[in-house]
């Protein structure tokens, strides 16, 4: 069933022009309401890579599915890679004061609530952010085990941003959030519960004849989760801390001489692991080039970056590699397996514009000789740690098309190769496919009513593929493990916008409210077919709608 899954979903795709979903992140959701869920970079798991949000840096192992910490650290999401800086926050607009609530309510006790308020003057802004989410589950596997019902997320959030024209920039960031949930423990629920205390800066400023950038970050991390089933308990402590500069020196022809440092330490019980970069580069507007070492465990390996941006015939060409080594995440940490990985990243992407439509081919690899995994015990709730040569290769096609002026079709279709499926998010072939739109209403001179329907496929799913929520790792499973079936979750929104009010309905896994309708077409779409597996430690999905309503507030 492989291969006519593949073919149909290729056909299906150049049928459509090859559409695309112009983006490259992909989100693996256990549960509907966003707590619970992986996100992976064309197929790559996030989980072995640093990210920011802002000036706040978060650690490869703790801070996996940015959706579960709200919108006000989701929306600045960017992969950290040694030699970037994060992008400022936008400079304030001319309006002094800002705020918005935006509040749903959906099903199983599905309660979010997100608050802004923002303070601007000529040169200076403050943003004041706070979320709260609360979720039983569908089979309420969220409650905890004494039965009580708390938020299971909390989220705050304090930013500072300072753009004086001499002087430079400056963004502060703090942040706050708290985790407390059930957790699915076969016929009973276990706990988890995590905590991250987190800051951030970052300064740009004129430095003699150039430009110097800082930026510095340090975040806490608590977490205890435990399986009442087995008496199973599990904690972890973590202190990540990251201090990076760079030194701009324009050079003619809009050229920049770069000089960059960089020193990471993670701290967590009887462990103290530090290692540091140093870089030079060059940079002009068709290459981007990033040479260096980087020290770990008193060992000097090369560091290497190029970038490649000509534009050839009307076509924008982006050409990348590096090399570098990183540090094994703490939870492989043994006296037979090295501290350190190498990795070799390569990438080519091909994009067409026009008028109305974006076209865009990549194809890219990961490879890593020495990459670290666990695999599971047969018959256990264990892991052994596994060392073997890795690699994982994805090709993407997609396209932005607007229709008309009023009508916006995106569709992309990923497929991911690999050797270690604990690289990835187990899916092999990944479709998307998006229409949204603007309705004619009656009242079109005081309302807009938009509409949006997406259609995903997860498709050649990987069953040994697993992940652990008690320790929130990925492994890989045993090799007889049950085969998971394709997955086509729907969802349909309407969205109506009164001037400053906006007013949504969402429903998620479309097919199975439709699954009675279904039902009678073809006896073997019963409503239990329909439900959708993000993880075998989680129930099924079924349907899951909500409601909810946004108010901006201006001065």
Avoid at 258 to 273: E, K, Y
Avoid at 285 to 300: C, E, F, P, R
Avoid at 366 to 395: C, M
Wanted: charged share 20%.
């Amino acid at each position: 069933m492989i291969l006519p899954g593949r073919l149909l979903v290729l056909g299906f795709c150049f049928v459509l022009l090859s559409a695309g979903f112009s983006q490259t992140t992909n989100d693996l959701p256990f549960e509907w309401s966003g707590q619970y869920g992986l996100r992976s970079i064309n197929g790559n798991l996030l989980w072995h890579r640093d990210w920011t949000s802002g000036p706040i840096l978060f650690d490869r192992l703790v801070a996996i599915y940015p959706l579960r910490l709200g919108p006000a650290v989701a929306d600045r999401f960017a992969v950290h890679s040694m030699g970037n800086f994060p992008q400022f926050s936008p400079p304030p607009d001319s309006l002094p004061i800002i705020s918005r609530f935006n509040y749903q309510r959906g099903d199983f006790n599905f309660d979010q609530l997100e608050v802004e308020a923002r303070f601007s003057e000529p040169g200076s802004q403050v943003n004041l952010m706070g979320f709260k989410r609360s979720y039983a589950g569908q089979i309420a596997e969220f409650i905890l085990p004494s039965g009580v019902e708390v938020p299971m997320q909390q989220s705050y959030r304090f930013d500072y941003r300072s753009n004086a024209q001499k002087n430079g920039q400056f963004e502060l960031s703090l942040l706050r959030l708290l985790s407390n949930s059930g957790l699915p423990d076969s016929s009973v629920r276990g706990y988890y519960n995590d905590q991250i205390t987190a800051g951030g800066i970052l300064l740009q400023k004129p430095f003699g004849s150039g430009i110097l950038d800082l930026h510095a970050s340090q975040l806490h991390y608590k977490q205890n989760s435990g399986k009442p089933s087995n008496d199973t308990t599990y904690s972890q402590k973590l202190v990540r801390s990251f201090l990076s500069s760079r030194y701009r020196r324009p050079l003619e022809s809009n050229a920049e001489l770069l000089l960059f440092f960089a020193v990471n330490q993670q701290a967590a019980p009887s462990i103290l692991r530090t290692w540091y970069t140093v870089l030079t580069g060059y940079e002009n507007q068709l290459l981007k080039a990033a040479a260096g070492v980087s020290i770990i465990d008193l060992a000097v390996s090369p560091h290497l970056r190029i970038d490649l941006i000509p534009s050839l015939a009307g076509l924008n060409v982006n050409m990348h590699i590096a090399y570098y080594k990183r540090r094994v995440p703490r939870v492989f940490l043994s006296e037979q397996l090295d501290k350190s990985t190498q990795w070799f990243n390569g990438c080519f992407t091909v994009i067409k514009s026009s008028d109305n439509f974006d076209i865009t081919l990549e194809t890219g690899i990961i490879q890593s000789p020495d990459y670290h995994y666990l695999k599971e015990v047969a018959g256990t709730d264990n892991f052994i740690t596994q060392r073997s040569s890795a690699y994982l290769w994805h090709g993407m096609t997609q396209l932005d098309w607007q229709i008309t002026d009023e009508w916006l079709l995106e569709c992309n279709y990923r497929h991911t190769g690999y050797d270690q499926v604990t690289l990835s998010d187990g899916i092999r072939d990944r479709i998307n496919l998006g229409i949204e739109g603007k309705l004619k209403f009656i009242l079109k001179d005081r309302l807009d009513l938009y509409a949006r329907l997406d259609i995903q496929g997860w498709l050649n799913r990987d069953p040994a593929f697993g992940f652990d929520p008690y320790r929130t790792v990925p492994y890989s499973g045993i090799a007889d493990a049950e085969p998971i079936n394709n997955h086509w979750p729907i969802s349909f929104q309407l969205r109506a916008v009164i001037t400053t009010v906006t007013i949504t309905y969402q429903m998620e896994n479309l097919a199975y409210e439709l699954s009675p309708l279904l039902a009678r077409i073809n006896s073997s779409l019963s409503p239990d077919s329909q439900k959708i597996t993000g993880n075998r430690f989680f129930p099924a999905m079924g349907s899951f709608i909500r409601f909810g309503i946004e108010w901006n507030f201006e001065k």
